[in-house]
């Protein structure tokens, strides 16, 4: 059974639950059925990108990754605004202005820090205990409730800028337009988690005094994956088919890379896999990864009354 990572560069079109899917059925093909497989971090059918696929004792940590920063590349198509603020839904509204790469530059700072921002009436924010997404589909008038987000970096691109190799060259389409102002532009975003890209450029169309939807969005990073340890579900499956899907899977610690190590004997790992607190124990206060002789115990808390654990692992 493995229990790591498989750090999937999901296609546009691909929903996250049916990534899962897809990563079970290659698994079950290559005669690994009972490894328990789940996703960090949902990623709009409409995007591409980074997308953590967790393997074993991994989904304990999957958690972790729906809390981690994000990174994302998004064109803003100005001109209409859409119900869903994204290339599939009906126009809502429309506009003739059209801004200035300067004058969108210089609107930028007003949207990196921490800001308020109100999800998109399509989303998953649940509203009386369902769905926002549900609602609006059924008819219902949606308005979620603000939040506050925090928007670490947001930058404009410039053509050959891409996170995708596929896109190299071609950004320059993304800057159509003329002195008189742009059609489109891509940026870059390095946001906290809850932070939807969709109402981020709605936001930033309105502060120009016209309207527009995400017409490309690309996730470059989650956590700590980024798109250099990408791959895609076709070479998944080829690996799995030459049964070389080692070569695939990045290790649980993976996911841990900003949290220091703390050995433990073998004695004292046994009383931590079994939930016990190990009193008096020098350690460093906050989260550190113990194991015993290399292999990853527990995810331990620790503080002056000894290591508490926070999520065990069974290795």
């Known amino acids: 059974m493995f229990h790591g990572w498989i750090i999937l560069d999901k296609p546009v079109g691909l929903g996250s639950t049916t990534a899962v899917s897809a990563v079970k ?17 949902t990623l709009d059918p409409l995007a591409s990108g980074v997308l953590p696929i967790a393997l074993g004792e991994a989904t304990k940590l999957a958690g972790r990754m729906l809390d981690a920063t994000k990174a994302y590349d998004f064109t803003i198509a100005f001109g209409a605004e859409t119900d869903t603020l994204d290339g599939e839904g009906e126009v809502v509204a429309t506009s003739g202005v059209r801004p200035t790469l ?15 921002q109100v999800p998109p009436a399509y989303s ?17 008038e949606v308005d979620p409730n603000p939040r506050v987000i925090t928007v670490h970096s947001l930058s404009s691109r410039h053509p050959g800028e891409s996170g995708d190799p596929a896109k190299e060259g071609q950004l320059g389409s993304r800057f159509r337009g003329n002195d008189e102002g742009v059609e489109e532009v891509t940026l870059s975003a390095i946001v906290s988690k809850g932070t939807y890209i969709r109402s981020l450029a709605r936001d930033i169309a309105h502060a120009l005094g016209t309207v527009g939807h995400v017409s490309y969005l ?3 990073r989650a956590g700590p994956f980024s798109l250099s340890e990408a791959i895609s579900l076709d070479i998944l499956e080829e690996a799995a088919k030459a049964r070389q899907l080692t070569r695939t899977v990045l290790p649980l610690t993976a996911a841990l890379d900003d949290i220091p190590a703390l050995p433990v004997t073998p004695d004292q790992a046994r009383l931590l896999r079994h939930g016990q607190r190990l009193s008096g124990f020098p350690a460093k206060p906050g989260l550190q990864l113990a194991a015993s002789e290399g292999t990853p115990v527990a995810l331990v808390e620790a503080s002056a009354d000894g290591l508490r654990v926070v999520r065990g692992f069974n290795l």
């Open 218 to 220: 690309r996730r470059t």
């Open 102 to 116: 300067e004058q969108v530059e210089a609107t930028l700072p007003r949207f990196t820090g921490e800001i308020g």
């Open 124 to 140: 998953a924010v649940k509203i009386g205990g369902k769905a926002a997404y549900a609602r609006a589909r059924a008819g219902e």
């Open 25 to 41: 059925r290659i698994l079950r093909e290559a005669g690994e059925p009972k490894t328990k497989v789940g996703h960090g971090g």
